[in-house]
């Protein structure tokens, strides 16, 4: 099993729709979770953290997190072509150097 | 504005030559880097955790002597891939990361062996 799961996708929504974008892991003690973007070519860009169970919003993104399911979620309201990417779920290791574990990434495309 | 600065951003290279990739954090004082590798159409995989003036931590199945890892100063990390190949090819990413803070990436280095 690997440690953080995402589906590759890609993931295709219409412009102006809800994308929700999903996370499993597997480490219990694990504290933080981050959603970041990568665009082609580039070097992830972080998007959202989230420490406790609930959501956080920041402009058009929520994060979700239920650490009993072990379940992040990303939810881009209002989506839009320059949305389109790979969303990488990471999620602190249970060490003390905080190291971060990525999923594989979903590809996000966001049709005009 | 940027938090980390990565240089070069990209090196081709014959085989055999040795890269040295630098790391440089400009708003913090940071004790702790990482460095990561990414294959195509694959994600960040970790390679080590560098420690101002320790020696480096790797992870399992990354070659020390291979990937050399110089953090001498608080703001500086240094990468040296050496004797390298072509399946040594990749896109090479640092982070910076601060007290409680998520850990900021610098913009890659892609580096190609020919």
Known sequence: QKEVEQN???LSVP???????NC???DRGSQSFFWYRQYSGKSPELIMSIYSNGDKEDGRFTAQLNKASQYVSLLI???????????????????????????????????? | GAVVSQHPSRVICKSGTSVKIECRSLDFQATTMFWYRQFPKQSLMLMATSNEGSKATYEQGVEKDKFLINHASLTL??????SAHPEDSSFYICSVR????????GDGTRLSIL
């Open chain 1, 8 to 10: 590759s996708g890609p």
């Open chain 1, 15 to 21: 412009e102006g729709a809800i994308a929700s974008l």
């Open chain 1, 77 to 112: 309201r209002d989506s839009q072509p320059s949305d389109s990417a790979t969303y990488l779920c990471a999620v602190t290791a249970n060490t003390g150097f905080q190291k971060l574990v990525f999923g594989t990434g979903t590809r996000l495309l966001v049709s005009p």
């Open chain 2, 77 to 82: 990390s240094t990468l040296t891939v050496t």
């Open chain 1, 24 to 26: 499993t892991y597997s």
């Open chain 2, 98 to 105: 601060t007290t409680n803070q998520p850990q900021h990436f």
